[in-house]
């Protein structure tokens, strides 16, 4: 099957080195632990993404340029695709492009975090997510999409805010109290809502944004590995993101864990319709 560029029906694609987007497609599928099908996601996204509306509402990130790489293969050792991510992430950069990774599990993530974390540059994670993702091996892999928070904390050093978690380990737990990972869990913004400001002051100014679908509510949401009763809902999501960023730019995005469902065009629609306001997010606030 050939690949679709992302929002083709709004936009001719243009060179790497003239689009302020790259979008890189990532169907890894190789440590999933429940439902599987994250393979298909990118392709899914790209292709639900040609019934988008240009405008998003406040602007038409488009606009500024689309690039769709060729997807990364996801075949071999684990490690070898995390490399081959990482590449993809620094020709983005090189061409001064936000990365826009399409998983696939959320593995994917850690070669996008390698990639920035290479540049010197400080910047924070604002993970939304069903899961903490910080165990310290799962099934036997270090590179487990369980895990790969935890490569973010503690081998690389960066800092992490959590947004709806509501599935998690206690050992996840003592991880997140070791490395003072900050958490608005599902339950709290239930029962208190968000803070006014729910990053902290120090909190770096760029921000990698890294969304796991599931950590959409699972009516919303079915369409992934392990969806979750307790999530969030689209202007929740939104607002949240707005508040994260004010004052701050997007160094980098993610949307991973989409699994299709034959027919159920709404969940890949979601996912698609998400990828373009977060690139909306990443456009207004400046780069």
């Known amino acids: 099957m050939s690949q679709t560029a992302f929002l083709a029906s709004e936009y001719a694609p243009v060179a790497p080195h003239e689009a302020a987007f790259h979008i ?14 994250t393979a298909r996601g990118p392709q899914a996204i ?16 488009g606009e500024a340029g689309l690039y769709t790489a060729p997807a990364i293969p996801c075949s071999g050792p684990v490690e070898t695709v995390l490399e081959r991510i990482e590449a993809a992430v620094r020709e983005a950069l090189a061409c001064r492009a936000c990365p826009v990774l399409l998983g696939g599990e959320h593995t994917v993530t850690l070669g996008a975090l390698r990639a920035l974390a290479a540049t ?7 993970q939304f997510d069903a899961h903490a993702d910080l165990r310290p091996s799962y099934e036997g892999s270090i590179y487990s999409h369980a895990c790969v928070m935890h490569r973010a904390v503690a081998d690389l050093g960066l800092p992490l805010a ?24 599902a339950e709290a913004l239930a029962r208190r809502g968000l803070p006014d400001n729910p990053l902290p002051h120090d909190f770096p100014r760029r921000l990698y944004i890294s969304f796991d679908v599931d950590g959409f509510d699972a ?3 079915p369409a992934t590995g392990t969806p979750s009763p307790g999530g969030l809902f689209w202007h929740q999501a939104l607002l949240i993101l707005e508040a994260c960023l004010r004052g701050r ?8 864990e989409l699994a299709p469902i034959p027919g159920l065009h709404h969940a890949d629609f979601t996912a698609a319709k998400l990828v373009h306001a977060l690139m909306g997010f990443a456009q207004r606030a400046g780069r």
């Open 120 to 126: 010197g540059e400080p910047f924070g994670i604002v």
């Open 46 to 61: 790209l292709e639900a993404s040609q019934q988008l509306e240009a405008w998003d509402g406040h602007s038409a990130p």
């Open 24 to 37: 890189i497609p990532a169907p890894l599928e190789q440590s999933v632990s429940y439902g599987g099908g």
């Open 249 to 256: 730019t997007v160094a980098g995005l993610d949307v991973v």
């Open 219 to 221: 009516s919303l949401m």
């Open 162 to 185: 959590q947004f709806a978690v509501r599935d998690m380990s206690r050992e996840e737990a003592d991880v997140r109290q070791r490395y003072g990972v900050i958490c608005h869990d």
